[in-house]
């Protein structure tokens, strides 16, 4: 039992980084350029609730995708996300609907979608202005087929 317990809060201070990283394009719908990032696909309850927390860096070209069953508004948080990030809410067609720009590290406060999506992307907080990734901009993944549903 002791050493259970140490295992236990390791688990919850430190929790495991997916290992499966996949491909991520993202399409600007005025210049036509083309935004590559490497992603962690999330879509288990404990990834979803999980996901970005206790990170201390991100890659520039590093990202998350959070994945949901159909499409419907969608609040986020950064409770105990250490760094700031854009998220980019994504609707069904792979089309961004909305970013959230620079989110405040470790706020309760909840970040929407205000309109229904299918899936958010979070990147490095300020990437989005960087690179020029704008709402209206496609983003490909295998795990988001671009079909409109």
Known sequence: MR???????????FPAQSEELSRLEIISSKSQNKFIFSVEVVQSEEELATGL?????????????????????????????LLPLDMLFIG?????????RET?????????SDIPAKAVLEINGGMSD????????????????????
């Open 104 to 112: 405040t590290p470790l706020s309760l406060k909840v970040i929407s």
């Open 3 to 13: 050493l259970l317990i140490p295992a236990i809060i390791l688990f919850l201070c």
């Open 53 to 81: 927390m206790f990170r201390e860096k991100l890659a520039d070209d590093a990202g998350m995708l959070f994945l949901f069953e159909g499409q419907n508004i969608i609040s986020m948080w950064m409770k105990n996300t």
């Open 92 to 100: 069904g067609d792979g089309t961004i609907m909305k970013i959230a």
């Open 130 to 149: 960087l690179l020029g990734i704008a709402e209206g901009d496609v983003v490909y993944h295998d795990k988001l087929l671009n079909t409109g549903s």
